[in-house]
């Protein structure tokens, strides 16, 4: 039982690029999250969905787009990277009022 | 405009002693109040919770206590151990929205 499995781990992308960070969860969770967590910033919600096929915007959506096409996974893109995207991303479930979390992608934007 | 602060970034306690953590929220909505441990290189873990209907809820070492009426709340652990140095987030969560919305951390260090 896996839990909530981010990939990739690592990733360096140059300004401008595009990548998608996948979020996988085999915990059968309605709920899912994206974050960003930056120095004196906590973590700030991206993006979030509350079942299969929908999305919303949370805190800070500017500069991605996700996407929920099956329950399992809620994916994180960003069309066109910039040095403002620099981060480290975490991805939730959320069952009740308990929140599940990956271990994280650190993104570096240079 | 941030909806929950933990004023302090960081906090240094001996250890045996008690290590109180603290956080304010200003959204009168919020119904349940969560505190979550992350260690560097992992995501953050669950460690506490209460609901708005309660002022305090103990599990083990951990305390945490609710001032619905300053929109405060706090963690206390007793006795501090050199294993509980992580970062710490507070949390607050509409059950009505399930949005969970985070404090900004404050890094505990437990000294020998």
């Known amino acids: 039982n896996a839990g909530v499995t981010q990939t990739p781990k690592f990733r360096v992308l140059k300004t401008g690029q595009s990548m998608t960070l996948l979020c996988a969860q085999d915990m059968n969770h309605e709920y899912m999250y994206w974050y960003r967590q930056d120095p004196g910033m906590g973590l700030r919600l991206i993006h979030y969905s509350v079942g299969e096929g929908t999305t919303a915007k949370g805190e800070v959506p500017d500069g991605y787009n996700v996407s929920r096409l099956k329950k399992q996974n809620f994916l994180l893109g960003l069309e066109s990277a910039a040095p403002s995207q620099t981060s480290v991303y975490f991805c939730?479930?959320?069952?009740?009022?308990?929140?599940?979390f990956g271990q994280g992608t650190r993104l570096t934007v240079v | 405009d941030q909806q929950v602060k933990q004023n302090s970034p960081s906090l240094s306690v001996q250890e045996g002693r008690i290590s109180i953590l603290n956080c304010d929220y200003t959204n009168s909505m919020f119904d349940y109040f969560l505190w979550y441990k992350k260690y560097p290189a992992e995501g953050p873990t669950f460690l506490i919770s209460i609901s708005s209907i309660k002022d305090k809820n103990e599990d083990g070492r951990f305390t945490v206590f609710l001032n619905k009426s300053a929109k405060h709340l706090s963690l206390h652990i007793v006795p501090s151990q050199p294993g509980d140095s992580a970062v710490y987030f507070c949390?607050?969560?509409?059950?009505?929205?399930?949005?969970?919305?985070f404090g900004q951390g404050t890094r505990l260090t437990i000294n020998p």
């Open positions: 949390a607050a969560n509409n059950q009505g929205a399930q949005k969970l919305v």
């Open positions: 939730a479930t959320l069952q009740g009022t308990e929140a599940f």
